[in-house]
Each structure stands twice: as C-alpha cells, then as structure tokens.
C-alpha cells in the first residue's frame, strides 16, 4: 500500500552507547546495580572485578570485558533480569545520558529513520536504554539461555558484539527489520568501532578516542562533543507508537 510504505524507514542510524550515548560504561552500571540489590554472588562480583583489573592493565584484552557482560548473568531469570535492566537504566544509567544524544536519536526519528543502540554491554540493559531513550532497538552481546530453566547460561553467544561483531549485529537486526544499510548513519567515540563506520555513508565521531579522531581527522568525518547532561526528573521516553503504518 503506498500510504504504508510512505511510513517506511528511509534510513539507519545507529549509536554506540558507552561515552557516545551516555557519560560511562552501561555494563559495568549495570554490574554495579546488580550487585547493590543482591542479584549478583560476591563471587561473581569478585569475577568481574578482577576481569576489569585485568583489561586496565593491559593483561586481559578488551574482549574479556565484552565477554563479562555475558558471564555475569549466569544462573539469572531471563525475565527477571529484563525487570533489572530497566530498573537500574531508571536509577541508575538515566542520569549520565547526553542530552545531545537524545535530541539526536530524536531528530532521526522524525526523518523516519530506524535508530539503534549498538553495545559490547549485554544485550537486556542495552535494550533497557533503547527503551528508555525512545530508539527502535538496542543490539548487544548476547548471553546463551538453558531453554528448559529460562535462565541464562553464562556462556556468550558468536560473534561478540564489539568490532567487526557489532558491524554484523547491527547489519543482521537490519535485514531483520527488512531495511537496506545503503543509507546508514552511525555515531560512536571507539575507534574499535571502525568497521561499523565504514560500513556506513554518514559516519560520526562522538567524543572520539585517540584511537578515532585521527581516523575522523583524515576521512573528513564530522566529530562532536557532546557532555551536556539530560536532565534525569524528565519524564520516561519511548512511546512513538507503531514504525510502520501496517505495524502492530
């Protein structure tokens, strides 16, 4: 029907979450928030602890952190974590968010473009955040789930979502969507980020490490500086009804 597909999304753009979206790391919040209401073992704390120690010394590789985003749920109800995902986005995670990201994530939905939130983070509280920030979908590292308990397994599903894995996650919920990538915008500070930004025909430097802004510098990519935090008594977002026309 053509008044339908006039509701089509006519782009992509996706946006990195920890130092592009929000003022910190969302996995470690989240780690945090879990182990101040009880959800989370000391041993398990203990855990992710010692796996973060281990990646600011350089003796345990960035993908390590990915990987405890996964290992960290092990044993959790999968509905219950979704419960705490948006519980800690609302205590928690809400406070640090950019208000240039919102204003942002906002002005693309009104060009009817299809907005992600793509993370190394877990994928429940990225998906919290998409929520909370009004973004269509939120694409994270994935934990395995034990279909006979509904609880998690500890165990992180392939690829990780970080580097080239976050590229192929994020063009995967694309095709899911049945949306082409031809006209993809994409937002991130990492320079890990880079395949996801060439992927893409607008790339944007946000807050960009040192590993990123001479990338920018020499491709001609825009670069912003976005630190003005949202205000965090605002209202809960993420009610703009259906995409599609035909959606229900």
Same mark, same amino acid.
């Given at each position: ?89 609302? #205590?928690? *995670? /809400?406070? !640090?968010?950019? @208000?240039? %990201?919102?204003?942002?994530? +906002? ?19 990225? #998906?919290? *955040? /998409?929520? !909370?920030?009004? @973004?269509? %979908?939120?694409?994270?590292? +994935? ?106």
């Amino acid at each position: 029907m053509p008044a339908a597909r006039d509701r089509w999304p006519t782009a992509v753009a996706v946006f990195d979450v920890d130092r592009t979206l929000l003022d910190g790391a969302a996995g470690y919040m989240f780690f945090q928030w879990l182990r101040k209401n009880g959800r989370v073992t000391a041993r398990g704390w203990l855990d992710i602890a010692a796996s973060v120690a281990a990646y600011r010394t350089r003796l345990r590789p960035e993908t390590a952190i990915v990987r405890v985003g996964a290992t960290s749920l092990a044993g959790l109800p999968v509905e219950r974590v979704d419960e705490w995902a948006d519980a800690c986005v609302a #205590e928690s *995670i /809400a406070p !640090h968010i950019f @208000a240039e %990201a919102e204003k942002t994530i +906002r002005r693309h939905r009104k060009m009817r473009h299809f907005t992600m939130l793509a993370s190394g983070s877990c994928q429940p509280i990225v #998906e919290a *955040i /998409a929520r !909370h920030v009004g @973004a269509h %979908a939120g694409v994270g590292t +994935r934990a395995l789930v034990d279909s006979a308990t509904g609880r998690y397994t500890g165990r992180a599903e392939l690829p990780l979502c970080y580097h080239e894995g976050k590229a192929e996650w994020v063009r995967r919920r694309a095709e899911r969507e049945g949306l082409s990538m031809d006209e993809c915008h994409v937002y991130t500070d990492n320079g890990m980020d880079r395949p996801l930004l060439e992927m893409a025909t607008h790339p944007n430097a946000v807050n960009p490490d040192g590993l990123l802004l001479p990338l920018a510098k020499e491709r001609g990519w825009p670069v912003h500086a976005w630190s003005t935090l949202a205000d965090p008594d605002r209202s809960r977002t993420g009610s703009f009804g259906p995409l599609r026309a035909d959606a229900k």
